[in-house]
């Protein structure tokens, strides 16, 4: 694993973007699998930002999303689609054809994770941009998740409710199931990025480099993978 540990939140931005501008220059038809939440939006705000400048291209991008809150649709102002088209997708040149996400408000959900899966499967990844829980969850896929798992429902863990509950007007509005992607699709990835930030994810960040590979630790998983760069701020490599 590479580890780069920069000054701040702006700072891991800049690495990742770099990373991302690295790969779409040698190929700039790559398939990039996203997360949402806090730790990737300053480097959202850098491809928007980047793009209105420098007119960067994604037309020819096909995107990924690594989860989505089960019951909420593409318009409600929680839902991860919502929050890629506001913070990303709207504000860059990506084919919205080429953007896959999974859908929460369907009925057959355990339909809808077999057609992601096999988007998912047809699609290989050059990059996978990831965040990481408190817990060590990387997408939703909390402790004791199997490594051998692909695309499936998730009831969320109630550390994961409280930390996303931060989102949400009260607890009680937080979803309690999600679709993500398993965890061997998200190694599945020619490179990984994962972003970590704030002393809050401290611990996780220790038990993911320095931890057993142990599927009580689901972001340990990594330590598998050849080609994996952590971007952390101090705080987040407080423990290495
Ligand atoms: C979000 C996701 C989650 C987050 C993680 C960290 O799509 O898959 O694994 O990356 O919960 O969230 P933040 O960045 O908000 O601390």
């Known amino acids: 694993m590479k580890i780069i540990v920069v000054g701040g939140a702006e700072d891991t931005a800049k690495v990742a973007f770099q990373e991302i501008k690295a790969t779409l220059k040698k190929k700039p038809n790559a398939t990039i699998c996203f997360p949402t939440g806090s730790s990737p939006l300053p480097l959202y705000k850098a491809m928007v930002a980047d793009f209105k400048k420098s007119k960067t291209s994604y037309k020819n991008v096909v995107t990924f999303n690594l989860d989505e809150y089960k019951g909420l649709g593409a318009k409600h102002t929680q839902s991860y689609r919502y929050f890629m088209d506001t913070n990303l997708f709207n504000s860059i040149d990506v084919n919205k054809d080429n953007i896959h996400f999974p859908n929460g408000v369907i009925k057959d959900l355990n339909a809808e994770c077999n057609r992601y899966h096999e988007e998912l499967v047809n699609n290989h990844r050059d990059i996978q941009i990831l965040g990481i829980g408190s ?101 987040a490599a407080s423990l290495l």
């Open 135 to 235: 817990n060590g969850h990387i997408g939703f896929n909390e402790p004791g998740t199997s490594f051998d798992s692909v695309t499936h429902v998730v009831s969320l863990s109630a550390s994961t409710i409280r930390d996303n509950s931060r989102f949400f007007s009260s607890i009680k509005e937080v979803p309690k199931q999600a679709i993500t992607m398993g965890l061997s699709e998200i190694i599945d990835s020619d490179k990984i990025i994962l972003i970590a930030t704030g002393i809050n994810k401290a611990k996780a960040i220790r038990d993911c480099v320095k931890g057993p590979i142990d599927e009580n630790c689901p972001a340990s998983i990594l330590q598998k993978h050849d080609n994996v760069i952590l971007i952390l701020d101090k705080e």
